[in-house]
């Protein structure tokens, strides 16, 4: 794979990520209409699998929240790159933003500064894993703001792992509608503490059908609150909750 390759990849990568969503998302949402009984739900779920199907025939966005490029990119040990591949991915995500078009979100913390491109320091957010062959993988994960500032993180002794659950519904009735629900809840236990915080967002690039009785547990917990579509009521406020999990220390 060349420098331009991987530019052009990253921009087709947002692209589709803007304009189409997952075969298992959109089951999801269907799945949750069919289910619904409350009529203002039923009809916001009817507005949002609509607007899926605006965004892919016009391809253009379907939120005004194009969110933070965030990229994940997992290189085969046995691959040699000649190239400088954060670059590649950084003039990727410029030149999507043009052409997406992508809203202008990344902005300097302190000074609010906005480089009307999505590129900044230590922006786009690239993760990269070593991992077994020859081949190289590009995921990207655009996150709106709305869910990134619903997020939440809490230290727990080793003698709170049952409080666990209650913590991760407390924090989504907590958000109420501000995430605009239905949400996919990503959780990460274990590692430290920004590890934990990456397990997060990872989790949240599984497929939302494909579930364990620990996260059901916590979903049917999380569905219970009636918090529903766009916060107005219903019977789904999570398509799924997807957990990853690392090992710890013994003292947390």
Not at 17 to 35: G, I, N, W
Not at 42 to 69: F, R, Y
Not at 222 to 237: C, D, F, V
Request: glycine letters at 8%.
């Amino acid at each position: 794979m060349e420098y331009e390759d991987v530019v052009r990849t990253v921009v087709e990568l947002f692209k589709k990520a803007h304009t189409e969503l997952p075969d298992d998302v959109v089951e999801a949402l269907k799945k949750a209409y069919e289910r619904e009984e409350n009529e203002v739900a039923k009809s916001n779920l009817e507005a949002i699998l609509k607007n899926i199907e605006a965004s892919k025939s016009l391809k253009v966005p379907m939120c005004q929240d194009t969110g933070l490029p965030i990229v994940f990119v997992e290189i085969g040990r046995e691959i040699s790159l000649d190239f400088d591949l954060k670059r590649a991915i950084i003039e990727g995500v410029r030149i999507a933003t043009r052409e997406v078009p992508l809203r202008p979100n990344a902005v300097h913390p302190l000074t609010r500064e906005n480089p009307g491109d999505n590129v900044g320091i230590n922006m786009p957010m690239i993760n990269i894993d070593i991992v077994e062959g020859d081949e190289m993988k590009i995921t990207v994960m655009p996150k709106g703001a709305g869910s990134e500032n619903c997020s939440a993180f809490k230290m727990m002794l080793p003698t709170e792992v049952d409080k666990i659950k209650r913590f991760i519904v407390e924090t989504v009735k907590e958000a109420g509608g501000k995430p605009c629900p239905p949400i996919i809840v990503g959780v990460g236990i274990g590692s430290t503490f920004d590890g934990a915080a990456k397990l997060a967002k990872k989790a949240l690039l599984r497929n939302v059908l494909e579930m364990n009785d620990y996260e059901r547990e916590i979903l049917d917990a999380i569905n219970s609150l009636g918090i529903g579509p766009m916060g107005l009521g219903g019977k789904t406020t999570a398509l799924a909750v997807l957990v990853e999990i690392c090992f710890t220390s013994s003292s947390c």
